[in-house]
């Protein structure tokens, strides 16, 4: 599997939007790119997945670039509940996901 | 509700002493995984299983194993426990039967504590 690259952490004021990067350069054709997050000491969530296109739903957005070497995860309004580890991962569909560190992002008033 | 759960959620035990964590669900899922996560390394895959009676390693597989005899479950043995495997436990499950979701259901975790 391809390999990605994040911020270690991040910060972002409530209320505004949390565009998060990740760099996955050496992501090969078939390869999804998908976002975890995990609050707290809890089990990792799903957030969104993709593989060319923009997608959206009521968590977030993704944003993919053309040349499909990096990704931003957009949460348009972050809450303090938003406050969490996001993970950026690349895998083929149906395969194993090997989670990094993430992005550790705080949420402030 | 279908759900997925971990037993026991905490446990101490001591080096050298056989452990077994479980893992149940109940959404009729493919596909299950174990994890474990430690500071500084986020989380790590130990197993997975594809379906019964399959198998495989993850990066961190070494003093783990893992059987798969019925759809539902996949515990994750440690024969002999070290203090190194001191760590939380997160089972999870996916069905990509009908695409390639790559969402995973996540256990609550087991912390595990070897003395």
């Known amino acids: 599997d391809a390999k990605t690259t994040q911020p270690t952490s991040m910060d972002c004021a409530e209320g505004r939007a949390a565009n998060l990067p990740c760099n996955h350069s050496t992501i090969s054709g078939n390869e999804y790119v998908y976002w975890y997050r995990q609050i707290h000491s809890q089990g990792p969530q799903y957030i969104i997945h993709?593989?060319?296109n923009n997608e959206t739903n009521e968590m977030a957005s993704l944003i993919i670039t053309e040349d499909r070497k990096s990704s931003t995860l957009i949460l348009p309004h972050a809450t303090l509940r938003d406050t969490a580890v996001y993970y950026c991962?690349?895998?083929?569909?149906?395969?194993?996901?090997?989670f990094g560190k993430g992005t550790s992002l705080l949420v402030t008033p | 509700d279908a759900e997925i759960t971990q037993s026991p959620r905490h446990k101490i035990t001591e080096t050298g002493r056989q452990v077994t964590l479980a893992c149940h669900q109940t959404?009729?899922?493919?596909?299950m995984f174990w994890y474990r996560q430690d500071l500084g390394h986020g989380l790590r895959l130990i197993h997975y299983?594809?379906?019964?009676?399959?198998?495989n390693k993850g990066e961190v597989s070494d003093g783990y194993s893992v059987s798969r005899s019925n759809t539902e479950d996949l515990p994750l043995t440690l024969e002999s426990a070290a203090s190194s495997q001191t760590s939380v436990y997160f089972c999870?499950?996916?069905?990509?039967?009908?695409?390639?979701?790559?969402?995973?259901?996540f256990g609550e975790g087991s912390r595990l504590t070897v003395l």
């Open positions: 999870a499950s996916s069905d990509v039967r009908e695409g390639p979701t790559g969402e995973l259901f």
């Open positions: 991962i690349v895998a083929n569909s149906g395969y194993a996901l090997n």
């Open positions: 299983s594809y379906g019964v009676q399959d198998t």
């Open positions: 993709g593989l060319k």
């Open positions: 959404w009729n899922h493919n596909n």
